[in-house]
């Protein structure tokens, strides 16, 4: 399993406009973060997208990223939703160059949880309605992910994923779990949460690598705060941890600083805990 940081930066990204901060004018390419995303590869060659940032088109182009199986959403936030109309290119309705290709367009199926599908048709509305050709938008199939557990996965290539419930303030959110049945390495991914109930703690705490929201120092309504993150990295068993979704109140060097002095205070000081950058690629 190949995983690509696409983006980890919170809802503003880095630099924020109009900034004039040392984290928003540092020449330290790893203070530089597009919205928060990832892509996953199986060890079958399978892309799995998840979320599609305001910066998609850009993160595609820069990473590569051919064609996804499939897209998963962990909520409808626009820092995490609003470029999805880019997948035109992987699903478009309307192909003038392939009118002479029996191959049917597929839809490209996208797989979130019911609040979030029912906020994607209302926000893209226009996706979902019959129109004449032209003024092209992507063909798309939402997917509830409710029915996906331990015991009934997503099965994409090699790889078995499952929605982690968690909640980001009063919103309940997914995080995404992938094991690999190849190499048989996991991988969690829990953006945006505020708070992980205990079953899904049970689900993910064994995973090979986890990466965690953590936003900035200070506490955060709907965001873990670095000391929250550390105190549920503390739970788990796993030893490779790192933390996305971070705001430019804290450079990228002080981040590694802070999480020194929290490895202490948790006692975890055999854990790798590193904040992600944009471009880190992880084979794991
Ligand atoms: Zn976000
Ligand atoms: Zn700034
Ligand atoms: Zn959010």
Redesign the pocket.
Known sequence: MIITFLGTG??HGIPVIGCDCDCCTSSDTRNQRF??SIVVESSDGKQVLVDTSPEFRLQAIKYKIKKPKCVLL??S?A??LHGLDDLRIFAHTFTPCSSNNPEKIKPLKIFANKNTVKDVKSRFSYVFKKTQLGGGKPLLKLIPCEEFSEKNPLKIGNLEIIPIPMY?GKLKVSGWMFKDKNTKNSFAYL??CSFIPESSLELVKNCTYIVL?ALREKIHTT?FNFEQAMEFVSKTESKEIYFT?ISHETTHEEIIQIIKELKVKFSIEDKNINPAWDGLVLSI
């Open positions: 919170t809802s919205r928060t962990t909520h936030h820092d995490h980001h953006t945006d929201d965001h979704h």
